[in-house]
């Protein structure tokens, strides 16, 4: 079974801490991806990465940016943190050679205060 | 672009009825379909997905989509309800011919509550 972890399932943070989400899958897939979602908006694509040190903006980069220093991790940084930041981060990851069929991580629940 | 369109964004269902979810999808070539539900706090599940072939696809737990090109869309179906069932629903398009866009577009999603 493919399996994508995130680091943590709930975190609570301040106004303008830094702030680092891990991502790791185990299946060895090429993409990986980071989006946000909020009641009534679905998923918003943050970044994606096809490639180790690759990386390019989804919709909604603002305020974030990425590493993708091994194939099987992708981080996303939130710089400094701010309140409407609070959101639910996907993480998930693909292999071009099944059709763009992405795999998702359960998730972490950011709250900022 | 790409876009995917869900109107509705609640639907409630007694248990045992049977369902069915829209999905309409702008695309400018052959696209794959997905179909995912989100249980309460966790990630998104895949429950089926059309590539090419038979337009009528089978999932997990019982679940059905058909694709209908002249319509542009891609509707999921279930017989009959169960509790269980009650989640959210994303329907997704992505790239079907080669190149770089590895992306796939998300609709807004469903909401489904079932009555007991």
């Known amino acids: 079974d493919v399996k994508v972890t995130q680091s943590s399932r709930y975190l609570v943070k301040r106004t303008g801490e830094k702030v680092f989400l891990e991502c790791v899958q185990d299946m060895d897939h090429e993409n990986m991806f980071w989006y946000r979602q909020d009641p009534g908006l679905g998923l918003r694509l943050i970044y994606f990465?096809?490639?180790?040190?690759?990386?390019e903006k989804g919709d909604i980069p603002e305020g974030y940016s990425v590493s993708r220093e091994k194939k099987e991790r992708f981080s996303l940084i939130l710089e400094s943190a701010s309140t409407n930041q609070t959101s639910m981060y996907l993480c998930a990851s693909s292999d071009s050679g099944r059709g763009n069929e992405q795999f998702f991580g359960p998730g972490t629940r950011l709250t900022v205060l | 672009a790409q876009s995917v369109t869900q109107p509705d964004i609640h639907i409630t269902v007694s248990e045992g009825a049977s369902l069915e979810l829209r999905c309409n999808y702008s695309y400018g070539a052959t696209p794959y379909l997905f179909w995912y539900v989100q249980s309460p706090g966790q990630g998104l599940q895949l429950l089926l997905k059309?590539?090419?072939?038979?337009?009528l696809v089978q999932g997990i737990k019982g679940f059905e989509a058909e694709f209908k090109r002249s319509q542009s869309s891609f509707n999921l179906r279930k017989p009959s309800v169960h509790w269980s069932d009650a989640a959210e629903y994303f329907c997704a398009v992505g790239r079907a011919s080669g190149g770089s866009n590895y992306k796939l577009t998300f609709g807004k999603g469903t909401l489904l509550t079932v009555n007991p």
């Open positions: 059309y590539f090419s072939g038979d337009t």
């Open positions: 990465s096809y490639d180790v040190k690759m990386k």
